[in-house]
C-alpha cells in the first residue's frame, strides 16, 4: 500500500530512513469523505494531508530547521499500518514499522521559495497557510533526496 509520510528536510539526511509516526493513505474512510474523487484525487488528498502535517512536524524543530514541507511516498505492507480511532483525519493511519530509502518511491517537497509562507504559517499567519494550500510539492525521485537534503537540488 502507498503511504505518505510527512517529513522534513533534516531526515531525509538520514541513512537508515523513516522511524514509525502518523501517516496518511487512502482508507476506507477517506473513500467514504470524498465518494466523488477518483483514485488519483484520492492519493492526492492524502499526500496534502501529509504536507498538512508535515508543516506541524516543522513546528516542533528547533528553530533553523530547513523551511519546506517534506511528504515522503513509500510502499509498505498493508500490516505495516494499523488504524487510528481517535483522529478525525480520514486518511490518517499509524506507521508501525520503520521504512527504508529502499521503500521510498519519492518525495513531494516545497521549493525554496514556499520557505517565508512556511516560516510564517508556523508563527500563526493565516494567509500564509492559504497560500501554502495553493503552493505545489515540487516531485524528487529518491536518487535525488541525498542532495537535496545537503542543499545541493
Known sequence: ????????MAELADP???GPRV???????????LPDEDEEGLEFSAQLLAADDSLEL??????GAVPRRVVVAA???????APLDE???PSAVRLLVAVTWEDVACAHVDEEAAGPDVTAALAGDELAADRLVERDLL????GELPA???GRA
Not at 496518511?24 to 473513500?31: C, D, G, N, Y
Not at 516543522?58 to 528553530?63: R, V, Y
Open 16 to 18: 537508515t530512513g523513516l
Open 58 to 63: 516543522l513546528g516542533e524543530q528547533a528553530a
Open 75 to 81: 510502499d509498505v505492507d498493508a500490516d505495516d499500518v
Open 23 to 33: 501517516v496518511h493513505a487512502v482508507t476506507p474512510a477517506l473513500r467514504v469523505a
Open 1 to 8: 500500500m502507498r503511504i505518505y509520510l510527512p517529513a522534513t
Open 139 to 142: 516531485w524528487y525521485d529518491v
Open 87 to 89: 483522529s478525525e483525519v
Open 148 to 150: 537535496l537534503a545537503a
